[in-house]
């Protein structure tokens, strides 16, 4: 059987700082992952449901999640944040980038640094070690859920992640989200190349008129400023 072709993930991914804001627009909580976990590699923005496991020692549990999961799936492994070991390599890296993972975040290290380079999954974890797992696994069936430090990761969640760290998002709340973040980056988007083509953020804003409303009332923000002239500006 040939492997399943990875699922490329859609240009229109709206990154984190975006996804972000929209969550605090309408008050969804959009969790922040540790920002210790960070990118292997440059990580264009990817998103897609969670498939969280806890790590005992033994990586069956790792293939048997990757057995479950979907084209498109974000890999979650909680290894306790271990810094004594590390708890995926190439072959589990690979494995997953053979089933269509969009990515892997691990709560702990990796090891093969040079090798997942080459097999360039986005990989988010702690770190490296060149020690695999050191404890005899456990009896037990495998746990389908993770956390990473303190925030809790479900399959009824769904994952963003890029450059600027990882966010997780119960999957009700994921569409009006993403639809809202899209327009916030279209708007910073030509905010930018407005200011490249010789217009500032200052002359985008009316910043000289809001200082000279703001100098007869104090307690005018500007925020409100551009919202009472009715401008579609991100600030």
Same mark, same amino acid.
């Given at each position: 059987?040939?492997?399943?072709?990875?699922? #490329?993930?859609?240009? !229109?991914?709206? #990154?984190?700082?975006?996804?972000?804001?929209?969550?605090? &627009?309408?008050?969804?909580?959009?969790?922040?992952?540790?920002?210790?976990?960070? !990118?292997?590699?440059?990580?264009?923005?990817?998103?897609?449901?969670?498939?969280? @496991?806890?790590?005992?020692?033994?990586?069956? @549990?790792?293939?048997?999640? +990757?057995?479950?999961?979907? #084209?498109?799936d974000i890999l979650v492994i909680d290894n306790g944040g271990r810094l004594d070991e590390a708890?995926?390599?190439?072959?589990?890296?690979?494995?997953? %980038? &053979?089933?269509?993972?969009?990515? =892997? +975040?691990?709560?702990?290290?990796?090891?093969?640094?040079?090798?997942?380079? %080459?097999?360039?999954l986005p990989v988010f974890s702690l770190g490296a070690n060149p020690y695999g797992p050191r404890r005899i696994p456990p009896a037990g069936r495998?746990?389908? !859920?993770?956390?990473?430090?303190?925030?809790? @990761? !479900?399959?009824?969640?769904?994952?963003?992640?890029?450059?600027?760290? @990882?966010?997780?998002?119960?999957?009700?709340?994921?569409?009006?989200?993403?639809?809202?973040?899209?327009?916030?980056?279209?708007? %910073?988007?030509?905010?930018?190349?407005? =200011?490249?083509?010789?217009?500032?953020?200052?002359?985008?804003?009316?910043?000289?008129?809001?200082?000279? &409303?703001?100098?007869?009332?104090?307690?005018?923000?500007?925020?409100?400023?551009?919202? %009472?002239?009715?401008?579609?500006?991100?600030?």
């Open positions: 059987m040939n492997a399943p072709v990875p699922v #490329p993930v859609p240009a !229109s991914v709206p #990154p984190t700082a975006a996804v972000a804001d929209a969550a605090l &627009r309408l008050g969804v909580d959009a969790r922040l992952a540790p920002v210790s976990l960070r !990118s292997l590699l440059p990580c264009p923005p990817v998103a897609g449901p969670a498939r969280p @496991v806890t790590h005992l020692g033994s990586v069956d @549990v790792l293939l048997e999640t +990757i057995d479950d999961a979907s #084209p498109g708890c995926v390599g190439d072959l589990m890296v690979l494995e997953a %980038e &053979r089933a269509g993972l969009a990515a =892997m +975040i691990v709560w702990g290290l990796h090891r093969d640094t040079a090798q997942l380079r %080459e097999i360039g495998r746990m389908s !859920s993770a956390f990473l430090d303190g925030v809790a @990761v !479900s399959d009824a969640d769904h994952v963003f992640a890029d450059d600027d760290g @990882v966010l997780v998002v119960a999957s009700d709340h994921v569409d009006p989200v993403v639809d809202l973040a899209r327009d916030i980056q279209r708007v %910073e988007t030509a905010q930018a190349e407005r =200011m490249r083509a010789g217009s500032s953020l200052r002359e985008q804003l009316d910043f000289a008129g809001y200082r000279e &409303r703001q100098a007869a009332d104090p307690e005018l923000t500007l925020r409100r400023y551009l919202q %009472e002239r009715g401008g579609a500006i991100e600030v």
